[in-house]
């Protein structure tokens, strides 16, 4: 069974920076899509970006893509989330996840991955 666990959470002043890690255990998760979303208190859990198993390529969303970067070290079996310039409104718990499915396409939906870890609180304070 694999199981993913989110660190690196915490209190930030807006404008700073985190760096969030998620360690897969169980399997090797070289060839997966492993990605990160987040929820907002009150609102939908919403897609971040994700590391593409099939190439190594990333993908993240508009609102963070000039701020937060994802990478992979896959000998660790670990994918991070290196978060700059945090605004309030960045405010959520952030879940990693793990699947197999778009090895051509960046997997955006929450039911195209299989494994979650529990979440880590990042909060941004104005």
């Known amino acids: 069974q694999v199981q993913l666990v989110e660190t690196g959470g915490g209190l930030v002043q807006a404008g700073g920076s985190l760096r969030l890690s998620c360690a897969a255990s169980g399997r090797t998760l070289r060839d997966y899509n492993m990605a990160w979303f987040r929820q907002a208190p009150g609102k939908e859990r919403e897609f971040v970006g994700v590391?593409?198993?099939?190439?190594?390529?990333?993908y993240a969303v508009d609102s963070v893509k000039a701020r937060f970067t994802i990478s992979r070290d896959s000998a660790k079996n670990t994918i991070f989330l290196q978060m700059n310039s945090l605004k309030p409104e960045d405010t959520a718990i952030y879940y990693c996840?793990?699947?197999?499915?778009?090895?051509?396409?960046?997997?955006?939906?929450?039911?195209?991955?299989?494994?979650w870890g529990q979440g880590t609180q990042v909060t941004v304070s104005s």
């Open positions: 996840a793990a699947g197999q499915r778009g090895r051509y396409y960046y997997a955006r939906r929450e039911d195209e991955y299989d494994y």
């Open positions: 590391s593409r198993g099939s190439d190594d390529t990333t």
